[in-house]
């Protein structure tokens, strides 16, 4: 105990330290400070210099700022403070119980002599954690500071500390010591005892260096103020300091002032008799959509709560030693239960039925009564002796009653844990819990919950309090906010309306804080809030329909939907990320069919398939586009080019010879010079497919996707290796219906399918060959449903040359591109200019270089020479020569380089030694 007003430095280290613990992800947040007034600025300067004395703030080079603002003492004067909500809301929230104040005053019970000590700034007896000392940085005119010690304001400052009190005074609590937060209260039952338990608290104060606030503290009283109420021997009673506050309330004026009268009201609600009855007119004005109106009714009832409050009985406080009677009553509007001990009431309770309970018989109401007070009072009852009086009849003989439905046997199971006698008591003798189950049951959240109730109390602790874990000790006026009112004041359409209000001739219009504000005619603001609601890392960029209903609770002005939808469509991060909800853009444009069988030809390469056996881990398809027989080869990936120009030969030329044209992806594969060149040498042109766009070769795609599925069910069916499976796989493909020929592929050149092991082949009279084929394929394409199936689900949409358009790309797991990896990259990139329109749904973009999709070198550059391929179709491949190595470290491992030498030209070795550095 010290008669200093004053701490005198910094705290000691406790078993207890705050810790600021973030949501994972969670960046610095640096918040502007606010604007305040010059006297102001000199209080600021003031506190700082008195912290930076006592060591408990400290210059800060912090990542974290937040804004200093003022709020009122009761006194008049005003205290710094530090904004922290928008750390608050990154915050985990530490789950450590602050106690019921039921609770508390339960444990009462008895006691004659009480004392209470108040602690000198609670708070700043606390050391932070060191690493969490950055996130308290505030900003001001002065510069950046920080706090040592636990400030007011922080989201979890109430449950830190009453941790730490838990565990200084463990030994003594449900003994003669109640805590809660930083107020102590010390009880006992005579002077002597009370003499030798206060003794004991200022000792423990002592060994753990807590300071109390010597003026604030109160000794040897009869009776004693806590948490809003006066404690004595006699009970527990409606403290008269706090009341005087409820007396003096104006009458609200819009419905946050009618929220918060309830709310402290609501705090006090077990000594008003019919407390939901009579607040019921003012409760009805909570619920959504109900304009506000406060008639003669509601003034009544808000006179009538004032007075109750007033004038509020006390109420004893229980005996655990003792028996308890508890009187029930039920009825369509409710239910009602005094809870009484020796004739002398404890607590009063009731509640409202719910929806299902409506159509509940007379007989389960008044048991949902009897249930409803053992449940709640549960504390109280459970392994005491009660009585119960209710005043319907039958409810004495439950426990004998032979037939009972479903929810009466659930009831009386629970009823059964009790040791009670249920009595018999008629309506007119019941008369306080027959009033209570005869009232409406006031909504919860203002009743039982405490919105703000403790705040009053709490500024006269001197305490911080956070509500619901944000600030709730001050409200921070929003500079937004004050800017909207200020231009309102000054905006035309805005005064017309208010002058249109007051004569009664704007009935669309009302004032009201609590409802939308109508924004002025000024862009700059409303481009502010767009941005706010939208851009921020609260929003996360919305849609249109969802940011036009969050903006529209709050804010309202002409033209407010497609000023959002215009502001979303052209934003340039959701271009960039979120994906198409609509049909693609560009209908399907089938390719050109050839005009005879292996005239041209697709193919594609199927890989990461399991290693067989023989070495194969990879399958090349390759498609006949007219016919659309197929043939697979099993391959692997390190497969130099060479061996598959042999594989190529021998599978493909040497059975259909070779073909004109040959459509591929832009796999390395295809892109090597060795197959360029050779497929010079056999007059072969090849053509890739565009970039990021796999449906340009749909064919081979779609005949990938169809033997997977056949390997698939070889390797399930039969268990084998599946290159074992992959002739058969062919056999089945090839003999199989094809859609768009109506036909098999066998059948198409051949004129007759190539027959089944069981079935046999059925002859054909008609043979097609040669142009009839390319005629019969034409007119089933026509009438293919590929072309008309996909257009329905597409959209026509052209570009024209110079626009600028996004590029969408595909994310490849484990890739980091765009500076992003995986899922994280975006969906887009660009804008990038439209150069050259190659198509009908294709265009040539101008990328920049690091962007090309792929890289073209100019033959002058690359002056490689391709094989010398025969008449025979036999070719002679160069040697190479090597003629240095070398290792490079990469991000994902060493690669090992080298430079080559035979055939290549000094230029193409110059070029190498170029871009290697």
């Not at 308890?324 to 039925?353: H, N, P, W």
């Not at 009670?420 to 909504?443: F, Q, T």
Request: net charge positive; charged share 30%; proline share 5%.
């Amino acid at each position: 105990m010290s008669s200093r007003e004053e701490l005198p430095g910094m705290p000691p280290d406790r078993e207890v330290e705050f810790l600021i613990e973030l949501l994972p992800g969670t960046a610095p947040i640096a918040k502007r400070q606010y604007r305040v007034a010059p006297k102001e600025q000199e209080l600021i300067k003031e506190n700082i210099d008195e912290l930076l004395g006592k060591g408990f703030i400290r210059p800060s080079s912090s990542p974290w700022a937040f804004p200093v603002l003022f709020v009122d003492n009761k006194d008049g004067s005003r205290r710094m403070c530090v904004d922290y909500r928008a750390l608050n809301d990154v915050t985990i929230k530490n789950k450590y119980p602050l106690p019921r104040i039921d609770d508390l005053f339960d444990q009462l019970q008895g006691a004659c002599v009480f004392s209470k000590i108040d602690l000198r700034s609670g708070y700043h007896q606390m050391k932070i954690r060191p690493s969490d000392i950055p996130k308290t940085a505030f900003i001001t005119r002065f510069g950046l500071y920080e706090y040592t010690v636990m400030s007011f304001g922080l989201t979890n400052a109430p449950a830190y500390f009453m941790n730490l009190m838990n565990k200084v005074f463990m030994e003594y609590l449900d003994k003669f010591v109640v805590v809660f937060i930083d107020d102590i209260l010390i009880y006992s039952k005579t002077e002597e005892e009370h003499e030798e338990h206060l003794r004991l608290v200022l000792q423990k104060l002592r060994d753990h260096k807590l300071y109390a606030k010597l003026s604030k503290c109160e000794f040897w009283l009869d009776q004693v103020p806590f948490l809003g109420h006066i404690v004595s021997k006699g009970g527990i009673m409606v403290d008269p300091s706090k009341i005087s506050s409820v007396m003096d309330w104006k009458v609200p004026e819009v419905v946050k002032e009618v929220r918060g009268f309830l709310g402290l009201a609501g705090y006090y609600i077990r000594f008003i008799e019919n407390f939901s009855r009579i607040a019921k007119p003012m409760t009805s004005l909570l619920e959504k959509g109900v304009p506000f109106n406060w008639t003669k009714e509601r003034q009544a009832a808000f006179d009538e709560l004032k007075k109750r409050l007033t004038t509020a009985p006390v109420l004893t406080l229980p005996d655990l030693t003792k028996s308890f009677t508890v009187y029930c009553d039920a009825s369509k509007e409710g239910l009602g239960c005094v809870l009484m001990q020796e004739g002398k009431v404890i607590a009063y309770a009731s509640r409202q039925l719910r929806k299902h309970e409506v159509n509940y018989p007379t007989h389960d109401l008044e048991l949902a009564a009897v249930v409803h007070a053992l449940k709640i009072w549960r504390h109280y009852l459970f392994g005491n002796k009660c009585e119960i009086y209710t005043d319907h009849k039958s409810l004495k003989y439950i426990f004998t009653q032979n037939e009972l439905n479903m929810r009466q046997r659930r009831w009386l199971e629970l009823i059964k844990d009790y040791d009670l006698e249920i009595h018999y008591h008629p309506g007119k003798a019941n008369v306080v819990a027959d009033a209570l189950s005869r009232k409406s049951y006031v909504n919860m959240a203002v009743a039982f919950q405490m919105p703000f109730e403790l705040c009053v109390e709490f500024e006269s602790l001197n305490l911080g309090f956070v509500h619901h874990t944000t600030v709730a000790t001050f409200e921070a006026e929003p500079t937004l906010e004050q800017e909207i009112r200020n231009h309102q004041k000054t905006d035309e359409k805005i005064q017309e309306i208010r002058e249109q209000i007051k004569l009664g001739k704007a009935p669309h219009f009302h004032e009201d804080e609590q409802e939308s504000d109508r924004m002025p005619d000024v862009d700059g603001i409303k481009k502010l809030i767009l941005g706010e609601a939208h851009d921020t890392a609260y929003s996360i960029h919305p849609g249109s329909t969802k940011m036009y209903h969050d903006l529209k609770e709050r804010f309202w002005w002409y033209g407010m939907k497609r000023a959002v939808a215009e502001y979303v469509a052209v934003c340039d991060t959701c271009q960039r990320v979120k994906a198409e909800h609509q049909r693609p853009a560009g209908l399907l444009q089938p390719l050109k069919i050839p005009e005879s069988k292996w005239e041209e030809i697709s193919m594609d390469f199927i890989v990461g398939l399991p290693r067989t056996q023989k070495g194969y881990n990879s399958i090349w398809v390759v498609v006949d586009r007219l016919t659309k027989v197929a043939h697979f080869i099993p391959v692997n990936t390190i497969y130099s080019g060479a061996r598959l120009a042999e594989l190529y030969i021998s599978r493909i030329v040497c059975l259909h010879g070779v073909p004109k044209r040959i459509i591929s992806d832009r796999g390395s594969q295809f892109t090597s010079r060795f197959w360029e060149q050779l497929h010079d040498s056999l007059d072969s042109k090849l053509r890739f497919s565009t970039a990021y766009h796999p449906q340009t070769d749909g064919q081979t795609e779609r005949t990938n996707q169809i033997l997977e599925d056949m390997l698939r069910a070889c390797a399930i069916q039969y268990g084998t290796s599946w290159d074992k499976s992959l002739p058969y796989a062919e056999f089945s493909y090839n003999n199989g219906y094809q859609a768009g020929l109506k036909k098999s592929p066998f059948e198409a050149p051949y004129g007759e399918g190539a027959g089944h092991r069981y079935f046999g082949t059925k002859r054909r009279e008609k043979q097609v060959f040669g142009p009839d084929l390319i005629k019969d394929a034409e007119q089933q394409i026509k009438m293919s449903r590929q072309k008309s199936y996909a257009d329905v689900r597409r959209r026509d949409l052209t570009f024209k040359v110079d626009d600028f358009v996004y590029l969408k790309v595909s994310p490849m797991r484990g890739i980091r591109r765009f500076n992003m990896k995986g899922k994280l990259a975006p969906r887009y990139i660009g804008p990038f200019k439209i150069v050259e329109r190659k198509g009908e749904v294709a265009y040539k973009l101008e990328l920049p270089p690091n962007l090309s999709a792929y890289t073209m070198v100019p033959e002058e550059q690359a002056p490689l020479e391709g094989p010398d391929v025969q008449e025979d179709l036999t070719y002679t491949e160069h040697p190479v020569k090597i003629l240095e190595t070398s290792e490079r470290v990469t991000r994902n491992g060493r690669v090992k380089m080298c430079e080559c030498g035979g055939n290549i030209t000094r230029r193409m070795r110059q070029l190498g030694k170029e871009r290697r550095s």
